[in-house]
């Protein structure tokens, strides 16, 4: 498929598209007329993509990430290193204590509203 379908397809910008494959995320055959088609597989890579970052991981760790996962065509994934293992236990550190830090945001919220309703009620 070209690329503006695997856009339409994914709510994937052309111009992310083109960024992933020049990251070596993502990978195009070129036409004779220097046109990318994309495999029917660059669906699922591309929301997978989309998955990891927003996930907070940056595209260097995803290009390392990527082989170790199966796509959805079965194929075979590589083995993930003990590096790779490790880099990505960081990371899921690191989300668990940004979502600690938004609950105690959201509780010191909600003291806040509890607070300003009870002043509301005693005027």
Do not use: N, W
């Not at 856009?7 to 992933?20: D, P």
């Not at 699922?44 to 170790?68: N, T, Y």
């Amino acid at each position: 498929m070209r690329i503006g379908e695997l856009a339409r397809r994914t709510g994937v910008s052309e111009r992310s598209l083109r960024y992933y494959e020049k990251q070596g995320l993502l990978t195009a055959e070129r036409t004779a007329g220097g046109h990318r088609e994309f495999p029917g597989s660059a669906v699922d890579r591309v929301i997978r993509i989309q998955e990891l970052f927003a996930a907070g991981l940056c595209s260097a760790k995803i290009g390392q990430l990527l082989p170790c996962m199966r796509d959805t065509d079965g194929g075979p994934s590589e083995i993930a290193t003990p590096r790779l293992v490790a880099d990505l236990t960081t990371e899921r550190g690191r989300i668990d204590r940004m979502i600690a830090d938004l609950v105690r945001s959201r509780e010191v919220l909600d003291e806040v509203i509890e607070a300003a309703a009870v002043d509301e009620g005693g005027r």
